[in-house]
């Protein structure tokens, strides 16, 4: 078998146009304040017309450093994530880091492979959204030396640092929304109860229909998924309910989801919002107030979500003396707009 050959210019060729010794091109690209000026000139000059282009992978295997993360978020595509992405991204810059991104899909084995792969570039370390309970990956990881955070989901402060939004609080924020406007038919629509931001908000919901004391419903309907299709779906499914059963307050589990039920309704212009069904979400992505309907939705900090998870592992990176791993929580907030607000037309 012939060996592949690569074209690209090595540190030796560097070296040869230059007229110096091959420590020295390390010293310019390495510790360039003990070369003298005149010689750094020649290496730096010799690099740009050979194009070359420093190989940092092999550099950190030997120095154990490394300048790079990795986020990993279950849908890259979801304008939560995206915002979310943008707070790693914005502190990571400032504090001299890029950010590698993998997209799970929500899909175990894809997740797996991210954080595979990652260790393998041995990155400084990992930002996780994780597909349902990552302690084991969390173990693993640690105990081959990467530092990783938990994102948008609490976990044990046995394990590692996370930073996470109260859902269960969301989620009765939501559900109580909908019963102070009169609606005494709920439906939850979200996805898998094995996704824990899923299974908290449905039983804030639960916990407000109870401390309201009044004869409230409250029904779960499961999407597919957490995208606008899904919940186009699951509104084509309520169309065909009899109007007697039909929900007369939805809480979404997110604005996607909240998205394809208000184009499902609109489409078939049979029922009115906020008349007949009132509709609230869950992230209050930019989209939301621009919808069909303006859509009303629990609010979370997903800019600074990231922000404070980076600071967090750059904490874990650098600092000797963590010691104590930290919970972040915020609060999510009300936002009410035309989806939700006002009475029940119909009984």
């Known amino acids: ?8 210019p090595s540190m030796k060729d560097v070296a040869k146009l230059a007229g110096v010794s091959l420590g020295t091109v390390s010293n310019v690209l390495n510790h360039p304040d003990i070369v003298r000026e005149s010689t750094a000139k020649n290496v730096r000059r010799a690099i740009e017309q050979l194009g070359f282009v420093r190989n940092d ?49 929500h899909d175990k084995k894809r997740e797996s492979g991210y954080l595979r792969m990652f260790q393998e570039q041995r990155l400084s370390g990992i930002l996780l959204s994780p597909v349902e309970d990552a302690t084991r990956n969390i173990t693993q990881l640690r105990d081959l030396g ?16 996370s930073v996470s939004v109260d859902d269960h609080y969301g989620g ?73 059963e039909r929900p007369d307050g939805i809480f979404a589990a997110n604005d996607l989801l909240a998205v394809g039920l208000l184009q499902a309704f609109a489409v078939s212009g049979l029922i009115d919002i906020p008349g007949e ?24 900090p997903a800019e600074l979500l990231g922000s404070t998870a980076l600071a967090l592992l750059q904490d874990e990176i650098s600092n000797p003396e963590h010691h104590k791993h930290q919970q972040v929580s915020f609060q999510p907030s009300l936002i009410v707009r035309a989806s939700s607000l006002g009475k029940a037309t119909r009984s």
């Open 172 to 244: 009765r924020l939501a559900a109580a929304h909908l019963i102070d406007q009169g609606r005494t038919r709920l439906a939850f629509v979200g996805g898998s109860l094995k996704i824990p931001q899923i299974a908290d908000r449905l039983a804030g919901a639960r916990t407000a229909v109870i401390d309201s004391g009044s004869n409230i419903e409250l029904r779960a309907i499961r999407a597919e998924g957490q995208d606008v299709i899904s919940g186009r779906l699951v509104g084509m499914a309520i169309l065909k309910m009899p109007v007697s």
């Open 146 to 161: 990467t530092q990783l955070v938990i994102v948008d989901q609490k976990i044990s402060a046995d394990l590692c640092c």
């Open 277 to 300: 069904i009132a509709i609230i979400g869950y992230d209050d992505i930019d989209f939301a107030q621009s919808t069909v309907v303006p859509l009303s939705s629990i609010r979370q």
């Open 57 to 105: 992978a092999a550099r950190q295997l030997k120095t154990g450093n490394s300048k790079a993360i990795g986020l990993i978020v279950p849908y890259s595509s979801n304008p939560f994530f995206a915002e979310l992405a943008k707070g790693v991204e914005s502190s990571a810059a400032e504090n001299g880091f890029q950010v590698l991104h993998g997209n799970s899909g």
């Open 1 to 8: 078998m012939s060996k592949m050959i690569s074209n690209q």
